[in-house]
Every structure is written in structure tokens, then in C-alpha cells.
């Protein structure tokens, strides 16, 4: 099972507020066969419509379809729109709405002009002013009373005047009160009103007007990202680039490091809502766990399948999972991550009360020993990390003749044995920084050490965890094996 089907299926029973715009989209579909003999357009012959949550009600209902728990914060009107956006979110299980409704305002209503799978024109009917403060107010008191539990909020601005200054200041605050990590979709020119979240994602256009700097190529996306990262102060800025793919500024309070992730590629029929797909799906993956390259990963994946769709797409956790199963970055030797990204996934797994087991080693020359200790370390727990050492590490340990096999081949053996669920290279002389970051649940080492020579594990025992020490197999050695070799050479 993949890291990324590990993080799709976690994504059950996650519970996330949306707050935003809410909207009406419908979508009328027809042909096109003739021009008007009255004026140089197209004659649409209407067939039939159909309507969908659209905005923060669209990014709502992909958190559900995606497997996750919503409640939906926004404004409606009192009118036949308001009451068809209500009935459409009755009908999403998982979804539950505090709508606040102004008599004064007109629900949005986006209305597509659909043939032979091309928009032919789209009708906005909507009024796009800040709510007044009485409704301000009235969002607040019901966004204190929804974010607690939550492990995410969404802010879905659309710039329809929901999202004021205050609201989201009272959304920001109840996040921090509560825990829950906060994910913006921004509209809004002056950034810094989202100071505090901890994921932003503006689109190309919108991260240049805030900052100034074309995002076409690489490099100004880089810039802009990290422009954005100071101005906000967030842990991380997503940029979806459209068929560039995705800019990601991965712990911008930290390593700073900047990744490009490429467009999944798939057949595009419509970009309706992608964007509160990607909103959805990065929510989700993070409150799972995940790092935040692979969230974004998981993210780009999800909007590559709503594209492939006609109409406000919403994306189904079976759908993401089998894309997840047949994307090409899903190789075998996927197993191996570096160790920030192995520190997420474990403390996904134990967020699903599953078991880590961590064991290290040289693992050169791959022998019945070692996978007799790897599979006694996988029964002791639900999910086994294997912690090896770097060439570099293994030269100091063991002399300049060493590894046999050089890291990346080793690697590629341990994460093609069953038991493994993750690979981990470190290159200190002992693991005692990968133990400090995935904090197994059992530390697993060979019975030819004492417990009081494993390293690691005052840390381990210090927080509940426990040592084992398992019997190694008698005739199987890895510098036995070399000597043998070695005589058989010469």
C-alpha cells in the first residue's frame, strides 16, 4: 500500500469547517448547430441543467466526497437560490450547513452555457458587498461555536464580501484557540489580512498582484512563495500554476525549501471549481499527517482528476485512491522518504492508534538474518520503519571498504521486502535524530547488543515506549559473507 493511499484512507472521519462565499452553480447544457440569422451567434438548443454547491460549498463538498466531516459557515439569501443551495447540501452526507441568511442580499447564482463540452457563456447574479456588521457578528458567534473539534478550517474567499477583515480575524482566532490548522484560498490583494494560517494557496495570477512578481516560470514562483511566506507569516505557500503545476514553499519558517510539482496529466474538460478540490484535498491530507510536499502532492493529483470532469467537480475518495494506485510517481522504491516526510507519515499512523516499530542498521549485503529481524520487528507493531546508515556513515563505522552496496541500492532491497513500510537513510553515526523524530512505539535491535548499549532508548522508554532485543539467526553475517567472497576471488 502506498504513503499516498495511507493518507487518502486517513482521511475518514476528518473533521473540517468551511467558511466562505457560498454559491449556486448551474450548469445548462445543449447543442450548437447553427448560427442566429438575426445576430452572428450561436443558437443553443437546451437539453437539460443541472446545479451544485459552488464556492466555499463546492470546497465543502469535496471534503465529504473525499471522506471527511464538513460544516459549511456562510450567508445566503432569502430567496429560491438560497433555498436550492440548501436542499443540494442536504443531500451530501457528511455535510452539515450554518448558513446565517440576510433578506437584503441575493444568493449567488453562476450559471454555465454548456456545448459539445465547451462553456459557451456564463451569468453571474449576485451582490458582491461586504455583509454588514450585525452579520459579521453573527458569523463570528457561529464560527466560536463549530471550530472546536475541528481539525481544519477553510477559508474559501471569493471575494463576494463574506470574508471581511473581521470574520476572518474570528475565524483565525478559534482556529488557534482550538488547534485546528487553517488553510486560506485568498482573494484579497493585501495578504496580510491572512496572517496567522498555515497554509496559503493563491493562483499564479493572484501571488503575482500581491507581491508583484510574474509566476510564469519557476524561479519568480520560487520568489513569490517565499514573499508570500514573510508577509503572512505561514508555514507554507502553495501556488497552483495551472498546466505548470504547483509551487510549494515547504517549511517556510524553517528550511525554506522550494518544490515544483508538475501538472498530473490528464484530458481537461472543464477547470470549474479545481481550485476548491485542491483546497479540499490539502486540508485533509495535512490534518492527517502529512507533510506538506505530500499533501500538495496528493492535491495536484485530486485536481488532475476533477479537470478530467464536466461541471463543479468534486472528487470521491475511491476515485483519488485509484489515481493515487496508478500514477507513475508511485514506484516501488516509494517506500523511501527522507526523514521529515517519515516523521508526518508515523505520526499519521498513530493518529489511527496503529503501531510504529522502528529498527536500524548497515543492511549491506541483505541476508536470512536480517529479514528474519525484520519480520519479528513487523509483528511486534502495525507499521515498521528501517533506519539505514549512509555510505558516508558505514566508511566511519566499518573501514573505507565499505558498503558493498552503495546507499541508493541498498535502499531499493529493504523497500521491496514485504514487512517494510518505510526506508529512512541517515547519515550520523548512530540513529539517534531519526528516533527523536518518529518516536516508535518499539525499538527494535539485534540480540547481539545489551539494553543498556542501544542507543535511543532513555528517549524511547521516556515517553511510554519500549525496547526489544531480537535473537539474531546463528550462521548468517554480513562481514562473513565478504571474507568468504573475498577467499573465493583470490
Not at 433555498?83 to 442580499?105: F, P, Y
Not at 479540499?280 to 507533510?291: I, K, R, Y
Not at 517506500?335 to 489511527?352: C, F, M, Q
Request: net charge neutral; glycine share 8%.
Amino acid at each position: 500500500m502506498s504513503l499516498e493511499y495511507e493518507i487518502v484512507s486517513a482521511f475518514a472521519g476528518i473533521r473540517v469547517v468551511v467558511i466562505g462565499d457560498v454559491m449556486l452553480d448551474r450548469f445548462v447544457f445543449g447543442d450548437v448547430q447553427r448560427v442566429s440569422p438575426e445576430a452572428p451567434i450561436p443558437i443553443f438548443r437546451f437539453r437539460h441543467d443541472d446545479q451544485a454547491l459552488g464556492g466555499a460549498g463546492n470546497v465543502a463538498r469535496n471534503v465529504v466526497r473525499m471522506g471527511g466531516q464538513a460544516t459549511l459557515i456562510g450567508v445566503i439569501g432569502e430567496d429560491a437560490t438560497g433555498a436550492a443551495l440548501v436542499s443540494a447540501a442536504s443531500r451530501e452526507a457528511g455535510l452539515t450547513t450554518s448558513l446565517a441568511i440576510d433578506a437584503a442580499r441575493r444568493t449567488t447564482l453562476k450559471t454555465r452555457f454548456v456545448a459539445q463540452g465547451q462553456q459557451l457563456l456564463r451569468v453571474d447574479e449576485e451582490n458582491a458587498v461586504s455583509v454588514a456588521a450585525i452579520l459579521a457578528d453573527d458569523l463570528r458567534q457561529r464560527i466560536e461555536a463549530t471550530v472546536e473539534n475541528a481539525k481544519a478550517v477553510i477559508l474559501s474567499d471569493y471575494a463576494k464580501g463574506v470574508l471581511t477583515e473581521a470574520t476572518v480575524a474570528a475565524a483565525l482566532s478559534a482556529a488557534r484557540g482550538s488547534g485546528a490548522l487553517v488553510v486560506v484560498d485568498p482573494k484579497a490583494r493585501d495578504f496580510r489580512r491572512y496572517a496567522g494560517a498555515t497554509v496559503i494557496t493563491p493562483n499564479a495570477l493572484e501571488a503575482s498582484q500581491a507581491t508583484g512578481i510574474d509566476c510564469d516560470e519557476d524561479e519568480g514562483a520560487a520568489r513569490a512563495g517565499r514573499a508570500i511566506a514573510s508577509m503572512t507569516g505561514c508555514s507554507a505557500v502553495v501556488i497552483t500554476r495551472g498546466a505548470r503545476g504547483m509551487t510549494v514553499v515547504c517549511d517556510a519558517k524553517g528550511t525554506d525549501r522550494i518544490v515544483h510539482l508538475p501538472t498530473e496529466v490528464r484530458q481537461v474538460y472543464d477547470v470549474s471549481g479545481a481550485g476548491d478540490t485542491v483546497l479540499a484535498a490539502l486540508a485533509l491530507a495535512l490534518s492527517a499527517g502529512a507533510p506538506i510536499e505530500k499533501a500538495a502532492q496528493i492535491a495536484n493529483l485530486a485536481a488532475g482528476i476533477a479537470v478530467g470532469k464536466v461541471g463543479t467537480a468534486a472528487v470521491e475518495a475511491a476515485e483519488l485512491r485509484r489515481a493515487i494506485n496508478q500514477s507513475a510517481v508511485l514506484a516501488h522504491d516509494e517506500k523511501i522518504v527522507d526523514l521529515e516526510t517519515a516523521a508526518g507519515i508515523a505520526r499519521s499512523w498513530r493518529a489511527r492508534d496503529q503501531r510504529v516499530v522502528l529498527t536500524n542498521g548497515c543492511f549491506d549485503l541483505l541476508h536470512p538474518g536480517h529479514t528474519t529481524l525484520l519480520r519479528k520487528a513487523k509483528a511486534m507493531g502495525d507499521k515498521l520503519v528501517v533506519a539505514m546508515n549512509s555510505d558516508e556513515s558505514i566508511k566511519r563505522l566499518k573501514g573505507p571498504g565499505r558498503p558493498v552496496q552503495n546507499e541508493a541500492a541498498r535502499a531499493v532491497v529493504m523497500a521491496s521486502i514485504a514487512p517494510v513500510d518505510l526506508v529512512v537513510i541517515f547519515s550520523e553515526d548512530t540513529p539517534l535524530r531519526v528516533i527523536e523524530a518518529i518516536r516508535p512505539d518499539v525499538l527494535v535491535k539485534g540480540a547481539d547488543y545489551a539494553l543498556d548499549q542501544v542507543i535511543g532508548r532513555d528517549i524511547v522508554e521516556a515517553y511510554g515506549g519500549r525496547v526489544a532485543l531480537v535473537p539474531l539467526e546463528k550462521g548468517h553475517s554480513t562481514s562473513s559473507a565478504i571474507r568468504k567472497a573475498a577467499a573465493v576471488s583470490s
